[in-house]
């Protein structure tokens, strides 16, 4: 994926509208409600009692405003690819929202403290992951993903299935991340950006919210 000099400024107005309290451009707004994946909301989130489970926690925008990672993955494969991984090891995928931020740390802690294994899986809009365990402070992690261009497919299959492995109490070999010197000062600033519309829809004093999805 390119970052072109018009996506960027699609997305500075984009964010600059949201933050003005106005509203999309008709052909935007259309575009991302299609995109949108169809979730359902059960409740709010109560911590699970199933020891062979993984919570994977989501922000706000993620599958419904935002529909893609940085690199154009669409957030529907990113779920797939998280799930598949974790189903694959033997475990069970449970999909939260963390409403209350948008900060990934913390909404992986929230994963974890919400798992029945005491693990969780972070995944921001733009593909930022962290896997978590419970009882690590929220700035910890057992694997942290920070470069999201270099998140892919694979990386996210793997990321479901080291999550996996870490709630049936095993020691996995963490997950190869690829280093790419270039890019940060590539991508920094849109990811700046998207992490901005990101924080938009942040509810600080809301539950976090246990949802299916149709994948």
């Known amino acids: 994926m390119n970052v072109s000099e018009e996506m960027v400024k699609q997305v500075i107005t984009e964010v600059l509208r949201q933050m003005q309290g106005g509203k999309m451009p008709s052909a935007t707004q259309a575009k991302e409600q299609a995109s949108a994946l169809q979730f359902r909301e059960i ?5 699970g009692t199933n020891v062979n489970e993984v919570v994977i926690g989501i922000p706000p925008a993620f599958g419904t405003v935002m529909t893609k990672t940085i690199i154009g993955i669409p957030l ?24 209350k931020t948008a900060d990934v ?3 992986a802690h929230e994963a974890a403290l919400l798992s029945g294994s005491g693990i969780g899986i972070g995944i921001l809009s733009r ?8 009882d690590m402070a ?7 993903f920070s470069q999201s261009p270099l998140v892919d497919r694979e990386t996210f ?31 920094q600033g849109l990811a700046a950006l998207l ?11 809301m539950l976090s919210t246990e949802l299916t999805v149709q994948l």
């Open 43 to 47: 409740g709010d989130a109560r911590a």
């Open 76 to 99: 529907q494969d990113v779920l797939r690819e998280v799930m598949a991984g974790i189903e694959e090891e033997g475990a069970k995928p449970r999909l939260v929202r963390v409403n």
């Open 105 to 107: 740390a913390f909404i």
């Open 127 to 134: 593909g930022t992951s962290v896997i978590h365990q419970k």
């Open 138 to 144: 929220p700035l910890a992690n057992l694997e942290l």
């Open 157 to 187: 299959r793997a990321i479901g299935k080291n999550a996996a492995r870490y709630a049936k109490g095993q020691n996995p070999q963490p997950v190869p991340v690829r280093n790419d010197p270039m890019a940060r000062p590539k991508y």
């Open 195 to 205: 992490q901005n519309k990101e924080v938009l829809y942040v509810k600080p004093d």
